[in-house]
């Protein structure tokens, strides 16, 4: 296994955590549209738990772009733009035609 590999595994985990904890931070505040960080969780999970493992792939990667999206707007809010730039570009690799992340980057 290499260094390489186990750093992206450590990074996406750390994300993955510190996505969850921003969910839970700010439980029903609007973030895309009408739904929020927590139901699209929540809809990713049951949907796991229901067996669309496909679907749920989607909600997870929607999840963790809105997300990414959010730390990286928080960044940009105290001008640490070298932090928010690659969760900019991280949430537009799992979502690529989020027009809220894609307003935000701007």
């Known amino acids: 296994m290499s260094i390489r590999f186990k750093r ?5 985990v750390f994300t993955l955590i510190s996505a969850a904890t921003l969910c839970g ?3 029903s505040h609007e973030v895309t549209g009408s739904q929020s960080l ?3 969780y929540n809809d ?3 949907l796991q738990q ?3 493992l496909h679907e749920a792939a989607e909600q997870y990667r929607a999840f963790l772009a809105d997300a990414l999206g959010e730390l990286a707007m928080g960044y940009g ?6 932090q928010a730039a690659p969760l900019f570009d991280e949430a537009l690799t799992l ?5 809220s992340v894609l ?3 701007a």
């Open 95 to 99: 979502k690529p035609d989020s027009p």
């Open 25 to 27: 931070q700010i439980g």
């Open 44 to 46: 990713a999970q049951a």
């Open 103 to 105: 307003l935000d980057y």
């Open 8 to 12: 992206r595994g450590a990074y996406f």
């Open 77 to 82: 809010v105290v001008r640490d733009y070298a």
């Open 38 to 40: 927590r139901q699209r």
């Open 50 to 52: 229901e067996g669309k």
